[in-house]
């Protein structure tokens, strides 16, 4: 089995050459007289063919009833193959017996190569005034594309915003590139090559998007967020769980500071996508607060008391009104719920609940509503039941002596201004900020 193996494989190149030989031979019935005269018009014809080409000068051809045998050296294996395919087109010939070599003088095969160098570059200095024409062409459209967008309008009067305009101008000088580029090739009569860089920039293209993905999200995400603002400058907001006031929108990230005074920057791509809570969009904001009362106490009584505190704060607003009602009963008080409204421009919303909370919870211990302290009594072991009614009792034996109250304090949104002020700082140092206060609003 070896052997049978080893011939077949040592008889396929075999085969394959002797296939690629008789396709090169002449087809047709070979006739029965044998004409000397015809072989030398064979010969003759084939010399005649190989005078007037290249390459073929030491070729020596001799014909024999029709057999034409090619002897001498050549340049290269396809100008030897190429022998075969002149002759089996001469009328008469039987079959070519190519004996031709490759030459291996160095001179003879350097020529070709200096020939086609110089004829190369002759085309390239005959070439030279039309690429020149081209390359000019191209470059006064680029010059003409490019002072275009460097003008301010229209793009300004056009675009929402500064960010916008700018891609009007990378839109205008790209465009102005290609079709400088489309005029130059065609000139040139090269414009077949436009499909092939056209191609191999969108497959490098795709191939970078998907490379810099998060990057062309927030780059997508800044052209939205710019056009649509959901909000200013100062602005205070809460995003993803971050609240501060609005420094600056850049092409890349939302800039926040932080009441700690700290820099919060969030992704364009993020806030694009999060819940955001502006609480600067409207001046009355609402505040809250929980006090307890004691259970015995009338309700409704120490309703009307909360209110009319709530009321007469001078920093809470006459509308919206404020309101109290009862959260919930708890085992030794009852909370109560409170609301009031102020208006945040001018008033701090910390300091505000808190003067609420001190003085609601003041007027409540003038009156003996505050809800009393738990107090617990430790049974010990042995004692009677008589003792343990008797130390169940949550009520104080004594009230301590209810202290006046004061007036409220100053609640001006003193550190909210300071905040304000560092932002219009920090803002003037840096002119990237895709935030206007004229532009429109969600």
């Known amino acids: 089995m070896r052997y049978i193996a080893l011939i077949l494989c040592l008889s ?19 006739t029965v007289t044998d004409s000397a005269t015809q072989d030398a ?24 009833s029709g057999i034409v045998t090619l002897r001498g ?8 193959t190429r022998l075969n395919e002149l002759s089996s ?62 003008r301010k309008q229209p793009w300004d009067r056009l675009a929402p915003n500064a960010f916008i305009a700018d891609l009007y101008r990378q839109f205008i000088r790209l465009a102005f590139v290609i079709g400088a ?31 810099v993905r998060d990057t062309v999200e927030n780059f997508i995400a800044s052209i939205m967020l710019s056009i649509r603002q959901p909000f200013r400058p100062n602005d205070t907001v809460e995003i993803e769980g971050d609240t501060g006031k609005v420094i600056r929108l850049t092409s890349r990230a939302t800039i926040l500071l932080s009441f700690d005074g700290n820099h919060i920057r969030i992704p364009n791509s993020t806030v694009f996508k999060a819940r955001i809570v502006n609480f600067s969009r409207n001046a009355e904001r ?13 309700l409704a009584a120490a309703q009307s008391l909360a209110l009319k505190v709530l ?9 919206p009104h404020a309101s109290v009602w009862i959260e919930s009963v708890d085992d030794s008080s009852v909370s109560m719920g409170m609301a009031a409204w102020i208006n945040q421009n001018d008033t701090n919303i910390v300091l505000a609940r808190s003067e609420a909370i ?11 509503m505050s809800a009393p302290f738990p107090t617990y009594r430790l049974l010990h072991e042995g004692q009677t039941g008589d003792a343990q009614s008797r130390g169940t009792s949550t009520t104080p034996s004594k009230t301590a002596p209810a202290l006046p109250s004061h007036p409220a304090q100053g609640v001006e949104a003193t550190e909210d201004k300071q905040l304000e002020q560092i932002i219009e700082l920090e803002r003037a140092e840096d002119g990237d900020d895709l935030l206007h206060k004229n532009a429109e609003q969600e």
């Open 358 to 368: 001190r003085l609601v919870q003041a007027a409540f211990d003038n009156s003996g």
């Open 41 to 64: 018009a064979i010969s003759n014809r084939i010399r005649a063919i190989l005078a007037e080409l290249e390459g073929y000068d030491d070729i020596s051809v001799s014909v024999s």
């Open 12 to 30: 396929l190149p075999i085969a394959a050459q002797s296939q690629s030989t008789a396709s090169d031979q002449p087809s047709g019935t070979i």
């Open 73 to 80: 050296r050549a340049l290269d294996a396809v100008s030897i």
């Open 181 to 211: 580029l489309v005029m130059a090739l065609d000139i040139v009569n090269a414009t077949a090559l436009l499909s092939g860089i056209l191609g191999a920039a969108g497959i490098i293209g795709l191939a970078i998007g998907f490379a």
């Open 311 to 319: 009321e007469e704060l001078p920093f809470v607003l006459e509308a």
């Open 286 to 298: 609402r505040f809250t607060l929980q006090l307890g009362v004691a259970p015995e106490v009338d």
């Open 89 to 150: 087109r001469v009328e008469g010939v039987v079959a070519i017996e190519n004996e031709v070599i490759e030459t291996t003088d160095v001179v003879q095969r350097l020529n070709p190569a200096v020939e086609r160098f110089q004829a190369r570059t002759k085309q390239i200095f005959a070439f030279l005034p039309l690429a020149l024409i081209a390359i000019a062409l191209f470059a006064l459209i680029v010059f003409l594309g490019f002072a275009l967008a460097r």
